[in-house]
């Protein structure tokens, strides 16, 4: 496999060769060296290449490689199959506006948040990129200040009762530090949780705290982003764990303005709940 950087070095792609994806040991090869694979042009070595894309049944048996598949979206007229989330610019298409609440990675509601996201890429739009950022990188490069705040808090999802997780945390297979963070679903924070010095945040603290993380994610550390230019076939294998992400806004532009953009998406069910680690705490000893 050739590794790439991106512009900034940080996360390193994979683009597989092409008749791999057929091939269960050589994708989880890869995944053990990179958080983001991309196939490119997957449809032409594809065993049923349907109209220039993966069928929703192939795209299926693909994503049980890496576990079991765990679907709690809505699911649209056109979806190609009931676990394969179907979203698009146009809402006779697919689901419109996902991903565009802020940075996020998939799941932060579930108590397990999703392992693994898979993307592929049915009609390609004009422009409408999806941005990648490393959770780790991004954490080493806060401010000892700033990461020990980060490290005290815990997110309140707004879904599903409320569910609470660290924001900071020991990724389950890797043990290095990522987040459990989604900009458009927390409903509050809690400080210091499980401690006598317990505190949930109000509406303007949340607000605030929201508004630095976004500042980190979309000013501050913009330089360790992968911006993914969609081509024809894409086929996206993520470490749902280990990246944010983020659909850029013209994800949603008109059709009339960049054409039809329709994306298939599975999701991997997570199998670990987000705990604070007793070994990595501090930014000095960060994994």
Not at 57 to 77: A, D, M, N, P
Not at 133 to 150: H, V
Not at 248 to 254: A, G, H, I, L, W
């Amino acid at each position: 496999w050739t590794k790439l950087n991106s512009t900034s070095g940080k996360i390193y792609i994979s683009f597989l060769m092409k008749f791999l994806v057929n091939s269960k040991f050589y994708v989880n090869q890869a995944l053990i060296f990179n958080v983001l694979s991309i196939i490119r042009n997957m449809s032409s070595y594809s065993i049923k290449p349907y109209q220039g894309t993966v069928s929703g049944q192939r795209h299926v048996e693909i994503s049980k490689w890496f576990g079991e598949l765990e679907s709690t979206f809505y699911k649209h007229h056109k979806s190609p199959h009931p676990d394969v989330f179907r979203v698009s610019n146009n809402e006779a298409e697919g689901c419109t506006n996902v991903g565009r609440t802020g940075w996020h990675i998939d799941g932060s509601f579930q108590e397990a948040p999703f392992a693994y996201s898979l993307y592929h890429m049915v009609s390609i739009p004009k422009s409408g990129d999806t941005v990648f950022i490393p959770l780790n990188e991004l954490l080493k490069n806060l401010s000892k200040e700033q990461f020990a705040r980060w490290d005290r808090l815990w997110m309140v999802s707004d879904r599903r009762g409320q569910l609470y997780h660290p924001l900071v945390y020991s990724h389950p297979s890797t043990g290095e530090l990522t987040m459990c963070v989604h900009l458009g679903m927390t409903d509050a924070f809690i400080w210091d949780y499980g401690t006598e010095k317990q505190k949930i945040t109000n509406f303007q603290e949340t607000l605030e705290i929201l508004k630095e993380i976004k500042k980190e994610f979309a000013t501050n550390q913009k330089h360790l982003q992968y911006s993914h230019k969609w081509e024809p076939g894409d086929f996206i294998i993520s470490d749902n764990l280990a990246l944010g992400h983020e659909a850029s806004e013209q994800t949603q532009f008109p059709v009339s303005e960049v054409g039809l953009r329709v994306l298939h998406r599975t999701t991997v069910k997570g199998t670990v709940i987000p705990a604070k680690s007793n070994v990595c705490h501090s930014k000095g000893d960060m994994c």
